[in-house]
């Protein structure tokens, strides 16, 4: 068995430590942090969500699950950072009000770090209005929004109108993205631009920090 399918079937197992360890051999053996990340991490973090889908394993399972995957991916993280960058704008991330999930919020903002822009993160739960407070205090040019349910997505709309009623709409960049959005979606609402995976939210990041 390959050490990234080892990878994979222990964070489906929950056991973060064995997954800290293989994740070590991995890198220790030159695998990149991207194979690692996509065809160990992700590949078990997506079995797990669709045994979840089909009730084949449930919430606690699924929460050692995403622990095991966090203690991988911390390991990653130097990794993914680009030596010598220099820090290139200021952006805040949050997953919106009512949503709990926050891997892929992480990912994005250990993505966005290593392409060297500052991240205020303003972790799960967070109010429309907490985005634009924070824009405003700290200057940022881009608000990250994640969501990863059809039920919470909406919340991004309301972003978007607290950015308007606080009169900084054209003042800040609102970027969208999670599992349930779409392009579409992020025309739908008004918001700036919408990107399917962590790294190509980086990119556009710093893009749209430079403009
Ligand atoms: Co939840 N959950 N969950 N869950 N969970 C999903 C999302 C679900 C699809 C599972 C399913 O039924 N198939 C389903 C949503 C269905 C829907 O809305 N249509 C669901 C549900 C229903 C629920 C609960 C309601 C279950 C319940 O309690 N009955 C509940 C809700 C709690 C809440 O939020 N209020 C719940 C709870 C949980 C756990 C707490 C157990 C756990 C979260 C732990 C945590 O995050 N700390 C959990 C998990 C882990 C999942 C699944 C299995 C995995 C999500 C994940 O982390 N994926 C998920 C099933 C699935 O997605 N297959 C599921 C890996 C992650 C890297 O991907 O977050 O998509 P993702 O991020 C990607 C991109 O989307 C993108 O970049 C990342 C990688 O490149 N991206 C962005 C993300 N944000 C971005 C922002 C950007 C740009 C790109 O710009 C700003």
Do not use: W
């Not at 394993?57 to 095991?68: K, M, Q, T």
């Not at 303003?122 to 209005?129: C, H, R, W, Y």
């Not at 985005?131 to 040019?141: F, L, R």
């Amino acid at each position: 068995m390959s050490i990234l399918t080892e990878i994979s079937e222990n964070l489906q197992r929950g056991k973060a430590k064995i997954v800290k360890q293989l994740v070590e051999d991995a890198i220790a053996q030159g695998i990149s942090a991207k194979e690692i990340l996509e065809d160990g991490l992700l590949s078990g973090m997506g079995i797990i969500g669709e045994k979840f889908k089909n009730n084949e394993v449930y919430v606690p399972e699924v929460l050692i699950a995403a622990r095991a995957m966090n203690a991988g991916a911390t390991l990653l993280k130097p990794l993914l950072t680009e030596a010598g960058v220099e820090a290139s704008g200021k952006v805040c991330i949050g997953t919106v009000k009512g949503d709990l999930h926050d891997i892929g919020k992480n990912l994005v903002k250990m993505m966005m770090e290593g392409k060297g822009l500052e991240v205020i993160d303003l972790g799960t739960d967070v109010e429309p209005e907490k985005y634009i407070e924070t824009a405003i205090n700290e200057g940022c040019t881009v608000i990250c929004c994640s969501a990863l349910l059809t039920t919470t997505m909406g919340v991004m709309k309301d972003v978007v109108a607290a950015a308007e009623t606080a009169g900084v709409r054209d003042k800040v960049k609102i970027m969208v993205g999670g599992a349930p959005v779409t392009d579409a979606f992020c025309q739908q609402i008004g918001a700036d631009r919408y990107t399917p995976d962590a790294s190509t939210a980086a990119e556009v990041a710093v893009e749209l920090c430079r403009a």
